[in-house]
């Protein structure tokens, strides 16, 4: 393999962390990844972020709060 380079790692960044690259694609990401200190520091920084907003999309808001907002909904509807 040869290395892509920090461009190319950058900008296939997003891609590569929702596994979008195959082949050698993925493969000279995740070389260039392994010897370069900033790309790999970015890529921490998006698996972060990636698990981050997975968790936050899972939460939902307690049912009183629910049943409070949709009320209000109705009521706002209904005038």
Do not use: F, W
Not at 7 to 13: G, T
Not at 55 to 63: E, S
């Amino acid at each position: 393999m040869t290395d892509c380079g920090c461009d190319k790692a950058k900008q296939e960044l997003e891609e590569y962390l929702h596994h979008e690259l195959k082949g050698a694609d993925a493969a000279d990401i995740r070389e260039h990844m392994e010897n370069c200190v900033d790309c790999s520091g970015e890529h921490k920084v998006g698996l972060v972020l990636t698990e981050a907003v997975k968790r936050a999309c899972k939460d939902q808001a307690p049912t009183e709060l629910r049943d409070q907002v949709l009320l209000r909904i109705r009521t706002l509807q209904s005038h």
